[in-house]
């Protein structure tokens, strides 16, 4: 009785091992030039999630990031599905879940925002693959 339910956990195992290795090739997208290459905004909206097993992108602080792993936060109907498929850096920076306002949008990030921003990278880059940088970012912008 104990070798058969070893071998049915064992079984159930295998199967998880090999969906997760198929999830990770169907989502998987080829840095550009070794995480390097730029990346535009309009590109990376096609990275959205809404493609259930593809590629889910993100920029934040320059960093363009294949989050697929994450994508039970980040998929469409999840808590943080507004990072994706764009440049989330302000949005990280100030907590936000909403679109910053006109106004908000004309301010610089405080000190304390940027700190916040460097903890979300510091956790990005340990969590995440990066496929290159975004194209136009202003690293001034979100310097300590």
Request: net charge negative.
């Amino acid at each position: 009785d104990e070798r058969e339910r070893y071998q049915k956990y064992a079984e159930i195992e295998a199967r998880n091992e090999a969906l997760r290795e198929e999830r990770s090739r169907l989502a998987y997208i080829e840095p550009r030039d070794g995480g390097e290459g730029l990346w535009s905004e309009a590109e990376l909206t096609q990275y959205d999630g809404t493609n259930e097993s593809g590629p889910l992108l993100f920029a934040a602080d320059g960093y363009v990031f294949n989050v697929w792993k994450g994508r039970h936060f980040y998929g469409p109907g999840c808590e943080y599905h507004i990072f994706a498929g764009r440049d989330a850096t302000r949005l990280l920076a100030k907590s936000k879940l909403e679109e910053e306002t006109p106004e908000e949008l004309e301010k610089p990030l405080n000190i304390a925002e940027r700190a916040a921003l460097a903890g979300w990278i510091y956790t990005f880059k340990t969590k995440y693959d990066i496929v290159g940088r975004l194209d136009g970012h202003d690293a001034k912008s979100t310097a300590m």
